[in-house]
């Protein structure tokens, strides 16, 4: 999937990019104008990844948005839940407080699994938010 407010892309590297239109007709996926609308849908509820090559400034926000789907996906059914792990190209964030802000939301996570297990109740061996 595409996922794009402007259905033309600009930018000052590249002023000839190829329009939403061409590039879903070429990789034959279809387009989304935000993140929350690719989630939403069928493809984003069944979507088991995500690749975030976005402006730099833009990965705090995806990230936080796509680590609460990882944690709403688990809240829902914790034994049976669909894992969502992220990669986010470098840098992960412009800014080192929103760094250790991704990085608390994901070991929100890995504590409360490690809790449970302390508490002698069998969970998910993998420790990842999305594994």
């Not at 387009?31 to 984003?44: A, K």
């Not at 833009?58 to 936080?64: F, K, L, N, P, S």
Request: glycine share 6%; aromatic share 4%; charged share 25%.
């Amino acid at each position: 999937a595409i996922v794009d407010s402007s259905p033309y892309p600009t930018s000052n590297l590249n002023p000839n990019l190829e329009s939403l239109t061409t590039l879903a007709t070429r990789y034959d996926c279809p387009i989304f104008h935000s993140l929350t609308e690719l989630l939403e849908s069928p493809i984003g509820k069944s979507m088991d990844g995500a690749l975030v090559c976005t402006p730099h400034a833009t990965h705090y926000a995806i990230g936080v948005e796509l680590i609460q789907e990882a944690k709403r996906r688990y809240g829902e059914d914790e034994k049976n839940y669909k894992p969502l792990s992220v990669l986010m190209e470098k840098p992960m964030t412009t800014d080192v407080d929103e760094a250790i802000q991704l990085h608390n939301l994901l070991m929100e996570r890995q504590n409360a699994d490690k809790q449970t297990k302390d508490e002698g109740e069998t969970t998910n061996n993998d420790q990842r938010i999305g594994g």
